[in-house]
């Protein structure tokens, strides 16, 4: 049966059609793939079309300042020449900012701590280098102090509702 211009799927029919195609993949011939590669081959991208993928990309790669999140929320740094740079060259952010501060470097049992807890503020102020051992006993008056905070301010906000509704 063949369809008239205009026809209209009722809303039955394309719920029917949408449940049959659900966790299947549209797969494409071979034939298909091949005349697309024909259709496009000779087909030259302009410098300007170039100049806008290659700036795309390095902003989708973070590419740009050679900057990039490793190891979970923290910055780094590409400089490979670093001692304590990964294998792609990069160095933790708050570590470069730690060493050029204080004009030495990191001893090598040492590990930074960002005392606000927020890890990408890498303010010198703000970055504390301390013993492994150390810093998981000194993080429990943090922790003890962000929770008092939290209740305090759990309180007020509750007060502030209820005078609200006064």
């Not at 993928?53 to 490979?80: D, F, H, W």
């Not at 470097?105 to 102020?125: A, K, M």
Request: charged residues 35%.
């Amino acid at each position: 049966m063949s369809r008239l211009k205009g026809y209209k799927h009722s809303e039955e029919t394309k719920r029917k059609m949408s449940e049959n195609h659900k966790g299947k993949r549209h797969r494409v011939s071979k034939e298909t793939k091949i005349k697309i590669s024909k259709n496009r081959r000779g087909y030259k991208h302009s410098e300007e079309a170039k100049k806008r993928m290659s700036k795309a990309q390095r902003i989708r790669y973070g590419l740009n300042r050679k900057e990039k999140t490793v190891k979970g929320k923290y910055v780094g740094n590409y400089c490979p020449e670093h001692p304590r740079a990964d294998s792609c060259g990069r160095v933790l952010e708050h570590i470069l900012v730690w060493e050029r501060y204080h004009n030495r470097s990191l001893p090598t049992n040492f590990i930074i701590h960002h005392i606000n807890g927020i890890r990408i503020d890498n303010r010198p102020e703000n970055l504390l280098a301390m013993g492994k051992s150390k810093h998981h006993t000194n993080i429990e008056p943090y922790r003890k102090r962000i929770r008092e905070l939290e209740i305090e301010n759990q309180r007020l906000r509750q007060q502030n509702l209820f005078d609200d509704r006064n």
